[in-house]
Each structure stands twice: as structure tokens, then as C-alpha cells.
């Protein structure tokens, strides 16, 4: 595949830019542009391109992700495509009209290749040359990694190798390390095993802790009861020493009782009432004696108080006329002021009359000629109309003069305007005609094309060469598929590469076995060392002399002698042999390692015979198949570019067709275009030259026809504009006329108005509407001098009347002598004398009250007395008694009973609580029985049993306690079932980590045993090439490359052209990089022989190269460019002369 | 009346392929079988049923700790004071158990003879069980056909520990066929062995109530027994009774649109939110996260496994906190481009593929291969062998399934590493 045009439609900072990479001599373009001119935006765009825009595209920064557009015509094998990509998941391919295109569209262009692949395979950079010349100095121990990370583009496979092995070591190895995930997991393992152990309890562990804790129960409830019993007879000596003086006590109390005989029985605080209720007798009397005498003293101070019982009877009414007094003592005065007001009011109310013209009259006279509000409104509206309306009639007047001379303008335009018209036909004609468009330019366009058909189809059939039947046969010929010719050189190839192989190696075989005969041939020469076989010789020899003795055939006398010498050489050589053991198994060393190198030679020769008659079998089968074909001699390797050279004949040839089929139909198109415009003219009676071209007709008919609808649009416009005056003058004479009628009602409506209001109907609305100011100001004085008369002087008036009245009342009723005083003089003495009258009342009021409590006291301490003697009345009953000193021998004689009885009480409740609920007769047998003198000698004795026995009932509970403990230890907890889950957690990590290593280490020694094998297969070829391409980047420096093949560990070195060899640590950086490229475009080479081609993109590669190593570059990838497309990007523009002293001067250089 | 049927407890027996890690809620699901055993005796106390049901494989045979017999009897006691019976028999894994035995029950705790069928009567509930015992773990003698006839007018329910008919995951012991069950004319057969729940047949009742608790990832979803309903003369309803305490559940997430790891930690991340959102009871899961599907990521999958799973792990912890413990994140996927596709690139890549499709002709790399994987083999416990598959290939020395599961996976590796 290989791209004719890239458009770079809005793509970073690229808008509608075109780049093209025509096919030439060599396939090889060189883009050059400054920094941030936008080379790396172009290797983006070309992978964006054929495999769509990228999600995260950083390429947006123009124009918007939604709006990022590429565009390309590709094309392979004779078939072009030219699409559209726009930034989308799916549906991202269409057509340059816009139609969408299949995903598949671009199948067979990328045959199955993707983003990654082609980044990898097709694309070179300087970056990527420094870190593929980095990886292959790490992995300058391995040929096979260094070939394949060439090949594959891949740097890292030294770090996946790396990690793969890393990742394994972590997990397992025959060493132990707790570092690895498996023996960590084991670890724990052991210690989840060992928990376990120590927590599982078997069935026989319990049942042995059950019985120990029974046997100890046992122990345990014997001691118990020997305990109890020593505890019973302390418990009995104790309570008889707590009882014996209680019931002692008992006897005694009873024995006094008996003793005091029959006592009235008096209730227990008897004497504390009779004590109590003496006391308050004496206080009680003593009270009523001194009230008594209090009140007596209260009523003659009573007696003595005098009061005036009229004036208080009218004390509402003197305070009710003081009141009024206060209220009206200014209102004289007042009257005056208003009466004053008055008078200046109707001074200004004359002034106003003199300014309308009007006589001076009295007051009432002006008010009854004053006009009414609502003459005087009307007068005021029709003032403000007046304006409106006179403003209104002058406008209407003047807008309908306007609209008669507008009028008249456009009819003086109408009659000058004149109207011509053309036939449909010719409109017709016409719009076909321009629908052709340019016919001359087509038919030129069809012609060139045809031309350049012919000249592309006679180059396409020139470049078949010898194998060029002719064109049917060509199209009829039925062709082995591109698959299988691929197949067939790729075995071609691999058979070559064998050959190649297996040739070195026999030379090198044969070399070694040179030098080993050398060396056996030196060996035995210096030191002549006795092999077996000339051992076995010599003894031989001795051998027959002594059979023949043996059997008679000889007589000893004959051969002794000969017998001797055998003997004694036999001995001889079997000395030496012995004496030289060390030289004699050096040599068979030696003799044996040619052996295997003559072994590895005859092996090696076996190979390349099966490998020659192979490729013998190949060319054969070829021959008979190019044969079949009529193509015999094509070689396998041309025969794909000889199908792509047909493909392209016959494509050649369809466009030819193509393009001839395309002229012969302009040709039709523009003589039948002419007739029927000429045809249509003629109709239209409008006259040309016959002989003219379709073009002159074309502006005839354009001049006709245009200018025939100018004029009619120009009379439509100007009748429309004249209807539309009429109506608009129209309507503006209504409105003058309706402005006038209003005007004349107006002018009827205010000579009625004015006689309304007294005033002159010649008055003007100014003047009138001044007139009706001063009356409003007249009315409102004289409204104030009303209300002045009314509302204040009158009402003053009134009040002063009405206090005058309401004061006489009173000072009749009260104090008649105060009558021939004044108003208000007899209202101030009546004040003062009431004042006076109410004092008195006050006093008499308290009296009364003290005399009142006076007398209540007097009366409450009377009946204390009584309660007090009513008290102790039931004792006296009680008793049979009448005084209170009797009663009080009574009640000493009942108290002292009742204490000897409380302690009897007290003696046998002892007896009782410490008695242990024995019955008293128990008790004083228990008593009697026991010697009380010993009971505490007895009690020390059994306190020292009790101790011994809770001593031993200690032991006996620790024993029981730790028993029991054993046994609830196996109540059923959990620690072993999670003992077992950590197990199982432990097992889970260990199967986790093998599980994994398993894959990890398979996955590593896979690509180990894979690596080696590349290296096997490819190595011959791919390093010849590469050596090539090295031997010219360094010019000459280093003459090719060379493998070790004796070394336990394949070194590959450069051999210099002096002779010496190099290996990678010694090379520079940069020579590094260079063996780098060279591996890769040897890589490319042989993957181009074999696989599908796809553009190379080099993205400055020749950053750090002199001019010279550059040129050099540059003509390695002459050569690739002769199998794909190169398009070589480089921001140095001094390299476009060594391009094109490379490629010719002609070479396609692009500036971005 | 009602009445619970359980069995296949398994009491103490260890969840297995639970691998601990910093954030899995490790403590909470060490006990689990007896957790979920205690959440069922409190489920019957609650709902006061009449009687319980165990048919068979209370506990494992070759668990040799005494607790465990002594938590059973706990829990046993626990009914007994609330006076509920419990029968029981013994199934292939408690048949031979020391701690059977050993033990001793408390009177509510009845057992079915071990010799010949035996019929427990409840007279006040007019209900007969018909049993027997396994004698031996390794019983294929059909128990079934000996049981006794029915008792007329009573409720009759047959327990057996049986792998019925048709349950090939399973060890066919006391083999018998749902006809042979239903020629008994029981109401109700409570049988056991069988770890899914299912109700086999509803005219006879012929119902497995499931295990309590699964235990490993064969055993995914809800789990407990069963809760039976019963008037006079017949079932009236079988509803189950949830009671597990953690639940095993597989996740799968195709991985078929994703290009690179971040993208496969997306989908997963989607996946395990529908788990969390679809599992509304908040229990503990234990789940296994399988990424499947035909992938661009195959490769990275391959070359990344350590970090996917501590994605994955640290995803788990993120969204579903203590609640989720990932059992193991499993890569199933498939490379996007398959082989064919990858030999018309005819690139070193595809050379790597030719070559590698005659790896296993050469004899003498295979058997190294093996011989060295057999020194990880040879020093392994045997338990990792169930739970590494590779292990008895490797043992066996045929490790070319090994060979051809990883040489996709590299391919994909190399032809992704730029």
C-alpha cells in the first residue's frame, strides 16, 4: 500500500493543507519543515489515518475533536481509494462526498494490520534508534533477543524477558527465601499446623477432664459435711452464752410486778397534759383582763369626733363644677381673637372681588353670586381641550396636501415607463443551456484525459518487460494467489537462508577440522605417545611367535631369539604406554574432538544436501508453473511485482475506456446544447448570425431574457407604490374633516360655559381660566370666616353659659350663704370647705376599726379559759377524782408499772432473737445442762477443727477450680476451626503463588526456547544484510558482521576493515545506533520480501550524522524505497541536496 | 405445626481458596458454619417450630476437635429449653467420627439406628420419622427400599442422606430413585448430601434443603434450610431459611471492548457496583472475578496479572468496604487477534507464533520444562492439588496444556509492548 495524497483537512494546526507523494522513479519523499512545523503532527496524522483518530487525541488544539478531519487517496496493487477519516468510534470512514464508508474499506489496504504493527514495523525515529542501539548493547549476550527486537521494532523484549523472570523468582525457587510469595504462605502453614495441633482436643482429653473434676466433687462434699458438724456445736455454745443473762433479767422484772399489785392504768403522757393545760389557764385569764380595758379607752376617743354631713352629701357635684370652672376659664379672651380674624378675612375677600370686576357687596350678597363648582369645572375642562384640538385640525390640513403631490409623482413615472416580454420556450432553452456549464472546458478536460490514458497504458505495458502477451490474454490469464506466491518465496527465502547457514557452517567445520588434523599430526610428533592400537600390535606379534611354539609348529631352539625381541618390544611398548598415559589420553582428546567436528561436518553435509535437493524440488515446481502460464522464466521473486506491474496494464487499460467513453459524450452534449438554443431564439424572433458559437447564443438569450424581467419587476413595484398613495390620501382627508366638526361643537359648548360663570363669552380660555383662580380663592375666604363664626366663637359661648347654671345648683344646695358670690369665687370656697370634711371622716373611720379588735381579743381570751379547763376533764373522770393534785398521785403510781413491764418485755425479746428459735423451756434446759465457765475454752477448740477443715476445702477448691477449668476449656470454642481457616488461607496464598508461577516461568523459558530458535532461522540472512547496510553507514569502517560460533555465549561483532573485531560495548553510541538502523531496515527488507508493504516513515533519523554517514542513510533507504513507499520527514532543510544527489534531482521534496 | 429441616452442615469445616489480604474482613468469616448454625437455632427457637430435622453430615469425619461436638451440644440444649426434639442421622461424613460417639445429648436429641430403619413417634402431633443411619462413610447399600410402611392416619416423613438420582457432582451413596421414594407413600422426604437446594418433587414433598454456609466458590449464592409447614394430614408449604452468614459469588467481566488494564478496571468496577447494588441483605461476599472475553488487553492481562489483582483488591475494598473478600481475580480471556491473523502480519511477532507451534515437537525442552516444574510439584502438600489443576498435568510430566494456554498470552504480551 502506498499513500498518493494526504490532506491534512483540520488536523493540529493543519487547515486544508495537501500533501503529495506522486509515484516516481524511486518510491521516496522527503517532508521537510522547521521545528513545530509540523512533522511529528504529520507521522500522527498518517497512523490516525489509516487507523483511526485516537480517543485522547492531543491534535485538538485547533480545531475541536468533534471537528478533526483527514483525508487520503491510497492505493495498492492498481486499486486507489480516497477517503475521509473523521474522529469517531465507529463510523469514522466516508467518502469525499460525504457517504459513509465500510470499516472493511480499508481491509485489503492494511490487510490485517494494526496501529501498534505498523508504529512498530513502519516507523523509525531518532528516539527509537537511540533506545533500539541501548537495548541491543543490554542483550549484547544474546543474538537471538538482538535479532528479533530488530526485527519486531520491540525494544523491550529484554524487559519482558526480565520481568517474566523477575515475577517467577518472586514467587518460587529451589532456594528457600521468605521473600517469595510461596514459602511466606508456607510459613504460615507451618504455624496455622502447629496452632492447630496445639488447640484440637480429641474425645479422650475430655472425657479424662471430666472425671478428674468428679473425683474432686467428691473430696469436696466430704468436707463439707465434716464442716458443718463442727459448725452446729459452736453455733449451740455460742447462743447459750448469749442467753443466759437475758434470762436472768426476765425472772427479776417478773418478781417486782407482782410486787405493785392493782394500778388504775393512766394513759402514758397523762402528766405532760396535766402540766400543759395549767400553764394556759394562767395565760388565757390573764389576756382577757387587758383587751377589755383597751376597748373602753377606743370608744371615748370616738365619741369626741365632729363632721359637715352636707358638704359631703354633695361632694360629686363641687368636684364636677371645680371641674368646668378649669375648662372654660380662658374662653373670653379666645372669643376676641377669633372676632379679630374675622375681620382681616373679609378685607382680603374685597381686594379679590375689585381684581375679577365685580361690585362690592355685603357678605351674604357675594356668597349667593358666587358661580357653582360644577360651572366652573366645565369652564376648566373645556380650557384644556381647546390646545388638543386646534393642534389636531393643523396637522390633518397639512398631511393631505402632502399626499396629492405624492400622487401625482407616480402616475408621471407610470405613463413614462414601457414593457416588453420574451416566450417561455426561449427561458427554457435557456436554464438548460446553463445547467451544461462550461462545455468547451469539459469536452478540453475529456480529451487530455483520453491522452494521457493512452500514454499511461503504454507505460504500464512497457514495464511488463519480456512477459507481455497481449492485452485479452493478459486480462483471461489465471493467476496462483498472492497468498500462496507468498508462501512459496517465503519457503524460497528460508530455504536460501539455510543454504547460506549451513555453507558457513560446513566452512567453518572444515576449517576446524584442518586445524584439529594439524594439531593431532604436531601432537604426535612431539610426543610420539603409544596408542592402543599399537599395543595391541606388539603383544600380537608376541602372541603368534608363542601359539605357533604352543601347537609345535615352530621349535623353541628356532624363535627364542624372536620370541625375546617380540617380548621384549611387547613390554617395551606397554612401558611407554603406561609412562606416557598423560600424552596418550591428550592425544586421544584430540583425536576425539576431530572426531565430533568430522561427525558435525558429515551431518552438516547430509543438511545442505536435503536443503539443495529442496530448492531444486522448489525451482522445478516454479518452472512447470510459470510454464503453465506463459511466463517461462519469470523469476519467483518478480513475480509479485510483475502482477502489480498487470494490474496496473489493466487498470491502465479500464481507465483508458474509461476516459475515451467520457470525451465522446462532452462531444454530444455541446452540439445538442446549441441546436435547441439557436431553435428557441428564432422562436422569439430575436435575430444572430448563423454561424455562431453556443456560447455567443448562451448571451443572447441571457441579454433577452434578463433584461425583459427587469422591466416587468420595475412596473409591479410602481403600481404597488401608487395604490398604496391613493388609500393613504384617502384616509387623511377624513381625518381634516373629522378635526373641524370636533372644533365648531367645542366653540357652541364654551359661549354657554362663560354665562354660567358671569363671564363675557369674548373672553379668551387664558383669561377665563385665570377668572376662575380668584373665585376659587374668594370661596375658600369666605368659607373660612364661616367656619370661624360657627365652629369657635358660637361654641365658646355656649360653654360659659352652662357652667354659670350647674354652679348655682350647687351652692344652693350645699352653701346657700355662698349665693352672692361670683361663679367662680363660691367654687374655690366650696373646694376648701370639702377638703376639711373629708379629713374629718378619715379619723372617725379608724377609730372605729381599732375599737373593733379590741373587742375581739377580749373575746377569744374568755374562751381559752374554757377550752383549757374542758382538757383535763376526762383525766379527772378517769381518775374519780376532782382536783388536780389527786390526779397527779395517780398518774406517778400508773407510769412506774408500765416501766417495769417495758423491761420485762425487753429481757424476753433478747431471749428470744438470740435463741435460734428454740423454745424458752429448751433454753433453760440448754442452759442448765451446760457448765458456762467452759464455753470458752470448748469454743476455741472447735475453732481450730473448723480452721483445719476450710484449710482443706481451700486445697480441695483451687484443685477443683483448675479442674474445672480444664473441662470448660473444651466447651465447645472455636480456636481450632480458626486454627484450619488459617490453614486454608495459608494453602490459598501457596496455590495462588504456584498457580502463577507456573505460567510465568513456562512463559519465560517459551521465550527463551523461541528466541533461539529465531536466531537459527534468521541470523544467516538478516545479519549478511545488516552487515551490508552497517559496512555503508559507516563507510566502511567496519566491513560486515560476524558471530562466534565457539563461544558458549553467541557474540555478535563488527569487523573492522583493518582486520579487528568489535564487539557492541566496544562500538560508540552512535556507531551503535547505526547497527541498529541497519538491523531494522535488513528486518524490513525481509519482511517487505514476504509480507504486505506499507509506507516507512522516517522521522528524522540522520539527526547527529555528518553530511557523508546522512548520504549513506539516505541510500539504504534507496534501496528499501525500490519495495515501499518512504516518506522520510526531517526538519533539516541542507539534506534536500543530498537527497536528491541520492534519488535524482527530481525527488519529491515537500516543505511543510 | 411446622418444623425445620437442615443438613450438610459441615459445622467447622474451613472456607477453602480464601487467600487473606490487607483489607478482606478475614476475622469475621473464620467461624462461619458455626455462625450460620447458630443464626438457624435461633431462627427455630423464634418461630417455636415443633421439631428439627438433620439429615446427615452434621460435621466432617476426619475433624478430630471435641469443641465442635461440644458447640453442638450447646446449640442441642438451647432447643432443649425450649423444648423442641431434634432427629438426626449420620451421613457419609460424621458416619465414622469419634466425636458421635463420644457425646452426650441432651434428651431432646434423637437418633436414627445405624443398623436397620428406624420410626421415631410424636404421639401429641400424630407425626412418624422413619431413618436410618450411614454405619460407614462409603454406604451404596439403597436405604430407602427397607424403610418402613408408612403409619396410617399420621403424618409420615422419611429422612435419608442420599445422593438421589442424578446428582453426578455428588457421591452416589444410598443410591435410590425419586420412584422408589414415592412408592413409600410419606408426606414428606427430608433427605440430605445433596449441597444445592432444591425441591425434587412436590406430590410426595422429596426436598434437599442445601447446605448452611457455602464454603468455597462451587458454592455461590443463598444458603440454609428449609421451613416446613404441616397440618394434620399433609405439607402445606416448604419455604427456605436463609441463614448463611458470608456468600460466595462470581463475578464476570467481559473485558471484549476493553484495550488496556485501566480500561478492564472500568468494566470490573461496573460489575462489582451491579453485585453490591443487586445483593440487597448486606452481607459478606466472597467473590471471583473472572475476566472474560475476546480482548486487546489479553496480553497485558498476562504480563500484569500482580497489579490487576491489586486493582481489583483495592477496587473491593473502595466500593464495598469490609464487605467484599475477592477469592481470586481469574483471567479467561482471549486474544483479540487470533492466530491466523497474527501469521498474515508475517513480522518477527508471527515468526515468534511459528515457531512456538512446534515447541511441543521438541521432546527434549518439554520434559525439561516438566522436570523442572516437578521440582515445585515434588515439595508441595498434596491439599494444593485440588486447588492447582496444573499440579497433577505437571506430576503426570505431560505439560503441554501448560504450554498451550501460555503461548497465546505471550504472543499477545510481545505483540502489545512497544
Redesign the interface.
Known amino acids: 500500500m502506498r499513500i498518493q495524497h494526504l490532506h491534512l483537512l483540520r488536523y493540529g494546526k493543519f487547515t486544508d493543507q495537501t500533501l503529495s507523494f506522486p509515484h516516481g522513479g524511486r518510491d521516496f519523499h522527503m517532508v521537510v519543515g522547521a521545528n513545530e512545523a509540523g512533522k511529528s503532527t504529520t507521522r500522527s496524522a498518517i497512523l490516525d489515518l489509516l487507523y483511526g483518530i485516537e480517543v485522547r487525541s492531543t491534535f485538538d488544539f485547533l480545531h475541536p475533536k468533534t471537528e478533526m478531519r483527514l483525508g487520503a487517496t491510497i492505493e495498492h496493487q492498481g486499486t486507489a481509494l480516497e477517503f475521509v477519516r473523521k474522529k469517531a468510534q465507529t463510523k469514522s470512514l466516508f467518502s469525499p462526498a460525504g457517504a459513509l464508508l465500510a470499516t472493511s474499506a480499508l481491509a485489503t489496504f492494511l ?4 496501529r ?2 505498523f ?3 513502519f516507523g523509525l525515529d531518532h528516539g527509537r534508534l537511540e533506545t533500539g542501539g541501548n537495548a541491543i548493547l543490554n542483550a549484547s549476550n544474546d543474538i537471538g533477543q538482538i535479532l ?1 527486537q530488530s ?2 521494532g ?1 525494544a ?2 529484554g ?2 524477558r526480565n ?1 517474566l523472570e523477575a ?1 517467577a523468582d518472586t514467587l ?1 525457587a ?1 532456594r528457600r527465601a521468605n521473600t517469595r510469595a ?1 514459602y511466606s ?1 508456607s510459613d504460615d ?1 507451618a504455624r496455622a499446623d502447629d496452632a492447630l495441633k496445639a ?5 479422650k ?3 479424662d477432664a471430666r472425671n478428674k473434676v468428679q473425683e474432686i466433687e467428691t473430696s469436696r462434699d466430704q468436707l463439707r459435711e465434716r464442716y458443718r458438724g463442727f459448725e452446729a456445736e459452736r453455733i449451740r455454745l455460742e447462743r447459750v452464752r448469749r442467753v443466759a443473762p437475758a434470762l436472768r433479767d426476765l425472772r427479776d422484772r417478773q418478781a417486782v410486778l407482782q410486787q405493785l399489785g392493782e394500778v388504775v392504768e393512766l394513759p402514758r403522757e397523762a402528766a405532760q397534759k396535766l402540766a400543759d393545760t395549767e400553764l394556759e389557764l394562767a395565760g388565757a385569764e390573764r389576756d382577757r383582763e387587758l383587751y377589755t380595758a383597751q376597748a373602753k379607752d377606743t370608744r371615748e376617743r370616738l365619741a369626741l369626733v365632729r363632721m359637715d354631713e352636707r358638704l359631703l352629701k354633695h361632694e360629686l357635684d363641687i368636684l364636677a363644677v371645680s371641674e368646668q370652672c378649669q375648662q372654660v376659664r380662658n374662653h373670653e379672651r379666645d372669643i376676641e381673637y377669633r372676632r379679630r380674624e374675622i375681620t382681616v378675612h373679609w378685607e382680603q375677600v374685597e381686594t379679590l372681588v375689585r381684581r375679577i370686576g365685580w361690585p362690592t357687596a355685603t357678605e351674604e350678597a357675594l356668597t349667593h353670586k358666587l358661580p357653582t363648582l360644577p360651572a366652573r369645572s366645565t369652564v376648566a375642562r373645556l380650557v384644556k381641550r381647546f390646545d388638543i384640538l386646534d393642534q389636531a385640525k393643523q396637522a390633518a390640513d397639512e398631511s393631505a396636501i402632502e399626499k396629492k403631490a405624492d400622487l401625482s409623482s407616480l402616475d408621471t413615472q407610470l405613463k413614462e415607463l414601457s414593457v416588453s416580454t420574451v416566450p417561455a420556450a426561449l427561458r427554457v432553452a435557456l436554464t438548460s443551456a446553463r445547467a451544461l456549464g462550461d462545455l468547451k472546458a469539459g469536452t478540453r478536460r475529456a480529451d487530455a484525459l483520453v491522452s494521457r490514458r493512452s500514454r499511461e497504458l503504454g507505460s504500464a505495458v512497457a514495464t511488463l518487460g519480456r512477459w507481455s502477451p497481449d492485452l485479452v490474454t493478459l486480462r483471461g490469464m489465471t493467476l496462483p494467489s498472492e497468498q500462496a506466491v ?1 508462501q512459496r518465496q ?1 519457503l524460497h527465502t528460508d530455504a536460501q537462508a539455510l543454504r547460506k547457514t549451513l555453507t558457513e557452517r560446513q566452512q567453518d567445520l572444515n576449517s576446524h577440522i584442518e586445524v584439529g588434523k594439524l594439531e593431532v599430526a604436531q601432537y604426535r610428533n612431539a610426543h610420539h605417545p603409544i596408542s592402543a592400537e599399537e599395543l595391541t600390535e606388539a603383544r600380537a606379534r608376541r602372541d603368534g611367535v608363542w601359539r605357533a611354539i604352543k601347537t609345535g609348529d615352530k621349535l623353541v631352539s628356532e624363535v627364542a631369539a624372536d620370541f625375546e625381541d617380540k617380548l621384549g618390544n611387547a613390554d617395551r611398548v606397554s612401558d611407554r604406554r603406561y609412562d606416557e598415559a598423560q600424552e596418550t589420553s591428550e592425544l586421544q582428546s584430540k583425536l576425539d574432538a576431530l572426531e565430533i567436528q568430522r561427525q558435525h561436518a558429515a551431518e552438516n553435509a547430509i543438511r545442505q544436501t536435503a536443503n539443495d535437493d529442496e530448492r531444486a524440488s522448489m525451482d522445478a515446481d516454479w518452472t512447470q508453473v510459470t510454464g503453465a502460464m506463459g511466463l517461462a522464466g519469470l523469476p519467483l521473486q518478480d513475480f509479485e511485482r510483475w502482477r502489480a506491474d498487470r494490474d496496473k496494464v489493466l487498470g491502465a487499460e479500464d481507465a483508458l475506456t474509461d476516459a475515451q467513453q467520457e470525451l465522446h459524450t462532452a462531444q454530444q452534449t455541446a452540439q445538442d446544447a446549441r441546436a435547441a438554443l439557436g431553435e428557441a431564439l428564432a422562436g422569439a424572433g430575436i435575430a444572430f448570425n448563423s454561424g455562431a458559437t453556443f456560447e455567443t447564443l448562451l448571451l443572447i438569450a441571457s441579454d433577452a431574457v434578463d433584461g425583459a424581467t427587469e422591466t416587468k419587476a420595475r412596473l409591479d413595484e410602481l403600481n404597488k407604490q401608487r395604490k398604496s398613495a391613493a388609500n393613504a390620501l384617502g384616509k387623511q382627508t377624513e381625518k381634516a374633516a373629522a378635526a373641524q366638526a370636533e372644533f365648531d361643537a367645542w366653540s357652541g359648548a364654551w359661549s354657554a360655559a362663560t354665562a354660567q360663570v358671569s363671564l363675557s363669552e369674548t373672553l379668551d380660555a387664558a383669561a377665563a381660566e385665570g377668572a376662575l383662580t380668584v373665585m376659587a380663592e374668594i370661596d375658600n375666604k369666605l368659607k373660612t370666616i364661616h367656619d370661624l363664626r360657627k365652629l369657635r366663637i358660637e361654641t365658646m359661648q355656649r360653654d360659659l353659659g352652662a357652667f354659670e347654671r350647674a354652679v348655682a345648683v350647687v351652692v344652693s344646695a350645699a352653701a346657700p350663704e355662698l349665693s352672692a358670690q361670683g361663679s367662680k369665687a363660691a367654687v374655690s370656697e366650696l373646694t376648701t370647705r370639702l377638703a376639711a370634711a373629708l379629713d374629718d371622716k378619715k379619723d372617725a373611720d379608724r377609730l372605729r376599726k381599732e375599737l373593733k379588735t379590741h373587742e375581739d381579743q377580749a373575746k377569744s381570751a374568755s374562751e381559752r379559759v374554757d377550752r383549757a379547763k374542758a382538757t383535763v376533764l376526762p383525766l379527772l373522770r378517769l381518775a374519780q377524782v376532782n382536783n388536780h393534785d389527786d390526779l397527779r398521785a395517780l398518774i406517778a403510781r400508773s407510769d412506774k408499772r408500765r416501766l417495769i413491764q417495758a423491761e420485762a418485755t425487753t429481757a424476753q425479746k433478747a431471749v428470744k432473737e438470740g435463741g435460734d428459735s428454740l423454745t424458752l423451756e429448751a433454753l433453760e434446759a440448754e442452759v442448765a445442762a451446760t457448765d458456762a465457765a467452759q464455753i470458752p475454752a470448748l469454743i476455741a477448740d472447735i475453732a481450730i477443727q473448723i480452721d483445719s477443715v476450710r484449710q482443706a476445702q481451700d486445697a480441695v477448691t483451687a484443685e477443683l477450680t483448675l479442674a474445672t477449668g480444664r473441662l470448660e476449656k ?9 486454627a ?6 495459608a ?6 503463588a ?6 510465568v ?3 519465560s ?3 527463551k ?3 533461539d ?2 536466531r537459527e ?2 541470523q544467516g540472512p538478516m545479519l549478511t544484510r545488516a552487515g551490508e547496510i552497517f559496512c555503508a553507514l559507516t563507510l566502511g569502517s567496519f566491513q560486515k558482521l560476524t558471530v562466534d560460533f565457539e563461544k558458549e555465549t553467541l557474540m555478535l561483532r563488527g569487523l573492522r576493515a583493518g582486520g579487528g573485531l568489535v564487539d557492541l560495548a566496544g562500538m560508540s553510541d552512535g556507531t551503535r545506533d547505526q547497527l541498529y538502523l541497519a538491523l531494522r531496515l535488513a ?1 524490513l527488507e525481509l ?1 517487505l520480501g ?3 508493504t506499507l509506507p516507512f516513515i522516517a522521522d528524522d533519523l540522520f539527526i547527529s550524522y555528518d553530511d557523508q554517514r546522512a548520504k549513506a542513510g539516505l541510500e539504504a533507504l534507496a534501496r528499501l524505497s525500490e519495495q515501499t513507499q518512504v516518506i522520510f520527514l526531517s526538519h533539516h532543510s541542507h539534506l534536500v541536496p543530498t537527497a536528491q544527489a541520492v534519488f535524482g534531482s527530481d525527488v519529491n521534496v515537500v516543505s511543510l | 405445626m411446622k418444623f425445620i429441616h437442615t443438613a450438610d452442615i459441615h459445622l467447622d469445616s474451613p472456607l477453602r481458596g480464601l487467600a487473606s489480604y490487607q483489607n478482606a474482613p478475614v476475622k469475621a468469616l473464620r467461624t462461619a458454619t458455626r455462625d450460620a448454625f447458630t443464626n438457624l437455632i435461633d431462627e427455630a427457637i423464634e418461630e417455636q417450630v415443633d421439631f428439627c430435622i438433620i439429615a446427615g453430615d452434621l460435621y466432617d469425619g476426619n475433624w478430630k476437635d471435641y469443641n465442635t461436638g461440644q458447640f453442638f451440644i450447646r446449640e442441642m440444649s438451647r432447643l432443649n429449653k425450649a423444648a423442641i426434639p431434634v432427629y438426626l442421622l449420620h451421613g457419609n461424613h460424621d458416619a465414622e467420627s469419634e466425636m458421635t460417639r463420644r457425646l452426650t445429648f441432651p434428651p431432646n436429641v434423637h437418633w436414627f439406628d445405624n443398623k436397620k430403619p428406624v420410626t421415631h413417634r410424636i404421639k401429641e402431633l400424630r407425626v412418624a420419622l422413619h431413618g436410618r443411619s450411614f454405619k460407614d462413610a462409603a454406604t451404596v447399600e439403597n436405604f430407602a427400599v427397607n424403610y418402613p410402611d408408612p403409619v396410617a392416619g399420621w403424618l409420615n416423613i422419611g429422612v435419608l442422606h442420599t445422593a438421589l438420582e442424578g446428582h453426578a457432582a455428588h457421591a452416589r451413596y444410598a443410591p435410590c430413585s425419586l420412584s422408589e421414594l414415592t412408592a413409600k407413600r410419606y408426606d414428606y422426604w427430608a433427605l440430605g448430601h445433596v449441597h444445592e437446594h432444591a425441591i425434587v418433587q412436590r406430590d410426595p414433598w422429596v426436598v434437599f434443603p442445601g447446605n448452611l454456609q457455602g464454603r468455597h466458590i462451587g458454592e455461590t449464592g443463598p444458603r440454609g434450610a428449609v421451613l416446613v409447614k404441616a397440618d394434620e394430614t399433609r405439607i402445606v408449604s416448604v419455604d427456605r431459611l436463609i441463614v448463611d452468614v458470608m456468600r460466595w459469588e462470581s463475578v464476570n467481566v467481559d473485558a471484549s471492548t476493553a484495550h488496556d488494564l485501566p480500561a478492564v478496571i472500568a468494566l470490573a468496577t461496573g460489575a462489582i457496583e451491579a453485585l453490591l447494588s443487586g445483593s440487597a441483605d448486606n452481607k459478606p461476599l466472597s467473590v471471583r472475578v473472572t475476566i472474560t472475553g475476546r480482548t486487546a488487553a489479553h496480553g497485558a492481562l498476562f504480563g500484569m496479572d500482580a497489579h490487576l489483582r491489586e486493582e481489583i483488591l483495592a477496587l473491593a475494598a473502595t466500593l464495598g468496604g469490609d464487605r467484599i473478600w475477592i477469592e481470586k481475580v481469574k483471567v479467561e480471556t482471549t486474544p483479540a487477534v487470533d492466530a491466523s491473523q497474527i501469521r498474515e502480519r508475517a513480522d518477527a511477532i508471527a515468526d515468534l507464533q511459528t515457531l512456538l507451534d512446534q515447541v511441543q515437537a521438541d521432546e527434549v525442552f518439554m520434559r525439561s520444562l516438566a522436570e523442572d516444574l516437578q521440582r515445585l510439584t515434588g515439595k508441595a502438600p498434596l491439599e494444593l492439588s485440588d486447588a492447582v489443576p496444573d499440579f497433577n498435568a505437571i506430576r503426570s510430566g505431560d505439560v503441554s496444556s501448560i504450554v498451550q494456554s501460555v503461548t497465546p498470552a505471550l504472543i499477545a504480551q510481545l505483540a502489545q509492548t512497544s
Open positions: 490487510a490485517g494490520t494494526d501498534v504493527f508504529d512498530q514495523m528479533f526485527a519486531a520491540i523491550s523484549l524487559i519482558v520481568q515475577e518460587w529451589q510461596y504462605a502453614l488447640v484440637a482436643v480429641r474425645a482429653d475430655w472425657m507468498r517465503k473444651i466447651a465447645g470454642q472455636d480456636d481450632a476451626a480458626r484450619e481457616a488459617e490453614r486454608q488461607d494453602l490459598a496464598k501457596m496455590a495462588n504456584a498457580e502463577r508461577y507456573i505460567k516461568y513456562t512463559a523459558r517459551l521465550l526456547w523461541a528466541i530458535r529465531y532461522t534468521k528486518a519482511h514476504q509480507g504486505h
